[in-house]
């Protein structure tokens, strides 16, 4: 398999000096150069060692925005109105009465603290997301050049059996003058049977 310099694809395919490329470029070029693969798992290698706090900010989002997370929270604050409410018929009072502000006091408790740890996970995902699509452009490029390649391949075959067929043409002509100027021609392999007399 033959091997070619980066800077030979950067300014054949790209038209630009391989210097004045910018990194992902480069590594393209470079990839299709030296004839290697590109594409890569990313989600491994960026879930491959996370810390800890990541890890707890991706599982608070995953939880806090499931039906499982609604159904606790509706279930709580059904399960405290109910509480007090029957604290007040039977007691006359109750440890949080209506409006509930102790209610109101933790559920902005929560709120405050869930906000923040979701938009950690959120701009985890989107950095994720940004190395996604610097991945796929990189990918994308190489395939662009590879094509062009290909292309440059079959053209260059192209016009080589362009060339050989004029070759040929040319040599039939030759015969076809030399035939018509009256020089005996060869015997041909193949006899015509006689028809009946």
Do not use: C
């Not at 292309?151 to 030399?178: G, P, S």
Request: glycine share 6%; net charge positive; proline share 5%.
């Amino acid at each position: 398999m033959q091997h070619r310099q980066p800077d030979e694809f950067a300014a054949r395919l790209l038209g630009r000096p391989y210097a004045s490329l910018d990194e992902r470029t480069r590594t393209v070029a470079h990839h299709v150069a030296t004839r290697k693969h590109i594409a890569r798992n990313l989600a491994k290698e960026y879930d491959a060692n996370p810390r800890f706090g990541q890890r707890a900010a991706d599982r608070v989002a995953a939880f806090g925005g499931s039906w499982t997370f609604v159904g606790l929270f509706a279930g709580a604050v059904l399960a405290w109105t109910v509480i007090n409410g029957v604290l007040v018929l039977r007691q006359g009072h109750a440890f949080d009465p209506y409006p509930y502000i102790l209610l109101n006091l933790f559920l902005s408790m929560l709120a405050a603290i869930q906000a923040p740890i979701i938009l950690m996970s959120q701009n985890r995902q989107a950095e994720k997301d940004r190395i996604g699509a610097e991945h796929d452009y990189e990918v994308n490029l190489k395939a662009e050049l590879e094509i062009m390649l290909l292309h440059e391949k079959v053209d260059a075959l192209r016009q080589t059996q362009w060339d050989e067929l004029l070759r040929i043409q040319r040599e039939q002509l030759a015969l076809l003058a030399t035939l018509a100027a009256g020089a005996p021609a060869k015997t041909s392999l193949i006899t015509v049977p006689a028809g009946p007399a």
